[in-house]
Nanobody, 116 residues
Framework: QVQLVESGGGLVQAGGSLRLSCATS????????MCWYRQAPGKERELVAG????????NYLDSVKGRFTISRDNAKNTVYLQMNSLKPEDTAVYYC?????????WGQGTQVTVSS
């Protein structure tokens, strides 16, 4: 059974940093690309960052490039999102996700709120 559990969200002032974690279980972690998404109130969910199975390739939403870094620890079955220089527009619920056999799995999300 695939399980994804996000943590690390919170309230931070603009310019601050947070590190999100997503602990996973129930699948062969290192074989799958992992992604972080976010959804702000009244907006659609958007892809923030992705990382391939062994971490050799990453991709980012243009608005977070240079500020966010996605990484993974395959020994711990965990994916991370380091967020620096946070802006109020980064406020959203952040989700990690994996696609297995054409089905997307999601965690419960973690709230990130950036005050100005």
């Amino acid at each position: 059974q695939v399980q994804l559990v996000e943590s690390g969200g919170g309230l931070v002032q603009a310019g601050g940093s947070l590190r999100l974690s997503c602990a996973t279980s129930g699948f062969f972690f290192s074989r799958y690309e992992m992604c972080w998404y976010r959804q702000a109130p009244g907006k659609e969910r958007e892809l923030v960052a992705g990382i391939t199975g062994i971490g050799l390739s990453t991709n980012y939403l243009d608005s977070v490039k240079g500020r966010f870094t996605i990484s993974r620890d395959n020994a711990k079955n965990t994916v991370y999102l380091q967020m620096n220089s946070l802006k109020p527009e980064d406020t959203a619920v952040y989700y990690c996700s994996v696609v297995q056999y054409s089905r997307a799995y999601w965690g419960q999300g973690t709230q990130v709120t950036v005050s100005s």
